[in-house]
């Protein structure tokens, strides 16, 4: 089982980015998928999570900006980010309980330009 995250990069304050995770392999089961982020220097937290019957729940310096959502058929999980800031620079892993294992990606960078 693989996670292969994408679609992080430059953008300026403002702006936006929409983050994909894409989980392969032999799969049987996805249960709750998430997003966390770590900046330099800083813990890893969490951003957003989504679970198997789509419900979610947010970092509170997230809300109204971030939108969370997953595709069951092509085993992915999406994260929206608009009205980026510069403290959400960091870099985004996605994080799935899957096959009844905890598995994750590589990381993609968002880097958000004042």
């Known amino acids: 089982v693989q996670l292969q995250a994408s679609g992080g990069g430059l953008v300026q304050s403002g702006g936006s980015l929409r983050l994909s995770c894409i989980a392969s392999g032999v799969i049987f089961s996805i249960n709750t998928m998430a997003w966390y982020r770590q900046a330099p220097g800083k813990p890893r937290e969490l951003v957003a999570a989504i679970t198997a019957g789509g419900g979610t729940n947010y970092a509170d310096s997230v809300k109204g900006r971030f939108t969370i959502s997953r595709d069951n058929a092509k085993n992915t999980v999406y994260l929206q980010t608009n009205s980026l800031r510069s403290e959400d620079t960091a870099v985004y892993y996605c994080?799935?309980?899957?096959?009844?294992?905890?598995?994750w990606g590589q990381g993609t960078l968002v880097t958000v330009s004042s």
């Open positions: 994080n799935v309980d899957l096959n009844r294992y905890n598995y």
